[in-house]
């Protein structure tokens, strides 16, 4: 279960934007840079992207999360369960 949540989060951690849209990359630093609609237009579609794919990656990243955080706390549970039966019925053979 280890090895395939790290399969999926390096598949995530890939899936991240390549560049540094939010970075220092590409921001705007006179108002000469943004001097008309097309160059502004092309920076937020840029900006956007990039929040929008860290949005989906952060999603899977915490829905993957709480997925194997259940489903360890399940076997858990379920090993302790067992310990406890077979305590309950060594402790049924011993008074009967």
Do not use: C
């Not at 279960?1 to 390549?18: K, N, R």
């Not at 006179?30 to 937020?44: S, Y």
């Not at 090993?79 to 406890?84: A, N």
Request: aromatic share 12%.
């Amino acid at each position: 279960m280890i090895t395939i949540t790290a399969v999926v989060l390096v598949v995530l951690l890939f899936s991240l934007s390549p560049t540094a849209v939010l970075g220092s990359f590409g921001y705007p630093h006179e108002l000469e840079d943004i001097n008309n609609q097309e160059k502004l237009l092309e920076l937020l579609q840029d900006y956007n992207k990039a929040i929008v794919r860290t949005t989906e990656v952060v999603y899977w990243l915490l829905f993957i999360s709480i997925f194997w955080i259940l489903t360890a706390v399940y076997q858990l549970l379920k090993v302790y369960k067992d310990k406890l039966d077979k305590e309950t019925a060594k402790q049924y053979e011993t008074t009967s």
